[in-house]
């Protein structure tokens, strides 16, 4: 159980933060046009972040206590596999939890 006061600091804390990181984008740049080299990284950025938050569940999942498991290695390299081959993100989710079923099966 968390204390009541270290739970509002937290709270107030994210929303600071939250705050803080809008207005950078809204308050301060508003309407200005960013540099083009900018805005050419931007554009990666939603593609970034789905490896970030999937590497983690690959290399450390919680559900085998943070051991690597080879089932969800193969799914994690079979998504890859059919997402630069194909370049369909649906085919590629598709056949990364066909190999996670397949490998959690065949290899336990």
């Given at each position: 159980?968390?204390?009541?006061?270290?739970?509002?600091?937290?709270?107030?804390?994210?929303?600071?933060g939250s705050f803080g990181l809008r207005f950078l984008f809204l308050?301060?740049?508003?309407?200005?046009?960013?540099?083009?080299?900018?805005?050419?990284?931007?554009?990666?950025?939603?593609?970034?972040?789905?490896?970030?938050?999937?590497?983690?569940?690959v290399a450390w999942p919680a559900a085998t206590g943070g051991q690597?498991?080879?089932?969800?290695?193969?799914?994690?390299?079979?998504?890859?596999?059919?997402?630069?081959?194909?370049?369909?993100?649906?085919?590629?989710?598709?056949?990364?939890?066909?190999?996670?079923?397949?490998?959690?099966?065949?290899?336990?």
């Amino acid at each position: 159980m968390i204390d009541r006061g270290d739970l509002w600091l937290v709270m107030i804390g994210l929303g600071l933060g939250s705050f803080g990181l809008r207005f950078l984008f809204l308050g301060l740049v508003g309407d200005r046009p960013l540099p083009a080299w900018l805005t050419r990284h931007l554009r990666y950025t939603a593609v970034a972040m789905m490896p970030a938050l999937v590497a983690p569940l690959v290399a450390w999942p919680a559900a085998t206590g943070g051991q690597t498991d080879p089932a969800r290695l193969l799914a994690a390299l079979a998504t890859l596999g059919v997402g630069l081959l194909t370049k369909n993100v649906i085919l590629a989710i598709l056949s990364g939890a066909a190999a996670l079923l397949a490998g959690g099966y065949l290899l336990g």
